[in-house]
């Protein structure tokens, strides 16, 4: 049983090379603390499944040039003590070709961003990322809808100066922007769920 497992490992780490190449993932945040942080205000939480049609993805695809591939978006919906929206939170991820990275975009109810951060990512981007958080890059977009450009500010001139830094935020700043997306095309479409619980 021991030469199965280990003859498994061996042969998954020849046939798939990037496998044997990936780090383990670091969480900086976890998820309960990025709805509680990034919907600041909020008393009451739902989660709300939001399935996209056939149209809306390729609306996104055209806009961004990502498609949408999951059956189903989840987004925590923040309420205050009035039972007012005060926003909507989505964990979005990609993986690169050196792991994995996963951030939460937090969106108000007129669908622009309320903040973002990396909640996951693997050992090996973290210390490309780190300078990014560091300067704490995300605010950059609070404000940004689903209209915007969501690029690197010139401010981050000198921690962008590292070229796997630029990759990475600009990683970070597809998926804003796609969180942005999927709130616009999801959540806030007419008839959608954003006025919903």
């Known amino acids: 049983m021991k030469y199965f497992g280990g003859a498994l490992v061996a042969a998954l780490a020849l046939a798939s090379p990037a496998l044997a190449h990936l780090t383990p993932p670091v969480v900086l945040v976890s998820d309960r603390d990025a709805v509680l942080t990034l919907l600041a205000g909020a008393r009451r939480f739902f989660v709300r499944e939001v399935r996209l049609s056939a149209q809306e993805k390729a609306a996104i695809k055209h806009a961004s040039g990502w498609t949408p591939e999951d059956d189903f978006y989840r987004f925590y919906v923040g309420r205050d003590e009035q039972g007012q929206m005060v926003g909507a939170l989505v964990f979005v991820g990609d993986a690169t070709i050196h792991g994995s990275i996963r951030v939460a975009v937090a ?11 990396v909640v996951e990512l693997t050992e090996e981007t973290y210390p490309w990322v780190k300078p990014l958080i560091d300067e704490q890059f995300t605010r950059d977009w609070v404000g940004h809808d689903s209209q915007s450009r969501f690029v690197l500010s010139e401010r981050l001139t000198r921690v962008r100066s590292n070229s796997m830094t630029q990759f990475y935020g600009e990683v970070v700043a597809s998926l804003v922007q796609r969180g942005a997306l999927l709130y616009a095309h999801g959540m806030a479409r007419p008839g959608g769920t954003a006025m919903g619980r």
């Open 107 to 117: 969106l108000g109810p007129d669908g622009k961003v309320r903040g973002a951060a």
